[in-house]
């Protein structure tokens, strides 16, 4: 079994309780086509919900976060997720890819390379401007969690010798996530949570690979308290000017709870700036699930899940950075409802000019539980009216979605948004 550390806060970014999961994926039909004088609005929809944990792999991982989703400049939308294929091999890393917008979806093939039944899961994946495909998960094979990497060549056909990126075995590495350097292919960051020191607790580590991926330098810690306070939940972003900026859930501050930090690396990641709080509120709401991501004019976004209205807590907050991280701007509170329903575990991509958040969201209840919904805007102020994507209607709960989306240009949006996430499925599969 995956083991993690004591955070509880962290598994309710990870999972919302359900029982047998499966990965799936909408594809967003999004038109922003300008219509002529005389065509009526094309309502923006999602198209039908497309399962993608098929055999050989028989459902996805009960220790598994969301699916890791990106859309390469070819147009093809690549996924990796964490599914179980059996007893020989247990719980493994998987990956898919469609090159039709989502419509259908490659057999899934197993990433990790270790020959037992030793539990992976939290996949992430990334690309480099060739498409070049990069993942890195957590890793049970040595008897510890560790985060463990692999890379594709060819597209997505096979997957090289999976490589351990902590420096230390020690204790638990997990909750990995990665970027590759949008100049050089060569330099990969990836950043986790890592218990090895028993004095400071849970704490923000990083490391780089400046070879693609061949071995990872050194491991540097990014948070910069002295206490023995429990940070997680990081998530890693590269800009445009090569600065590398890294979010996560920190309760340093005791009065303040669980807040969203900051930091982010000038220097390929050698240093780390001092670490800043990206909430404005000033109560003890906790603050968690953050995600981050620039868009190519090097304004930084960030989103997470928020306690701060008493009433209709937790919700979508987001807010932004025009100066390369040094300050954040006001919260903006994204999702639109206004009951007691939560709104929990946020994805958020950035792109030519716009921005789209998906989350788990209980507005209606009893009659679906646990959905979907997702979000856009042009500025990170302005949030268009909520949106469902999923397309069941049964009492079932979807989660930890994740999302996608490359540019547009001319007013024509050149690949739409995608968005993957779990749910349950019946009958389970053996």
Known sequence: MIRVPGRPVSLTRRTIPIGVVSALLAVAMLAFLVPSAAAAPVAPHFGPNVQIDVPPVYRASFFGPSPSIAAGTNGVVYLAFAGWSGATTGDDIDFTMSSDGGRSWSTPIRVNDDAGAAAQAEPSLALDPSNNIYIVWTDMRSGNNDVYFAKSVNGGLTFGANLRVNDITTNSQSEPDLAVDPVNPHLVHV??????????????????????GLSFNPSVRVNDDVTSTEQ????????????????????RSAAKGPDIYFSKSSDLGATWSPNIYVNSDVGSAAQQDPTIAVDLAGTIYVAWTDGRNANTAPDIYEAWSANAGASFGANVQVNDDRGLAPQLSPSLVANAG?????????????????????????????????????????PNNSSSPHSSIVGRSAGTCTRPPSTSWRRPRTPARP
């Open 232 to 251: 997680g939940q990081p998530a890693i972003a590269v800009a445009p000017n090569r600065d590398v900026d890294v979010v996560w859930r920190d309760p």
């Open 191 to 212: 950043v986790w949570t890592d218990t090895r020191s028993p004095i400071l607790g849970p704490d923000i580590f990083y490391a780089n690979s400046t070879n693609g």
């Open 354 to 394: 716009k921005i789209q958040i998906a989350w788990a969201d209980y507005r209606t209840g009893g009659s679906t539980n646990y959905d979907i919904y997702t979000a856009s805007s042009e500025d990170g102020i302005s949030w268009s009216p909520n949106m469902k994507v999923n397309d069941d209607t049964l």
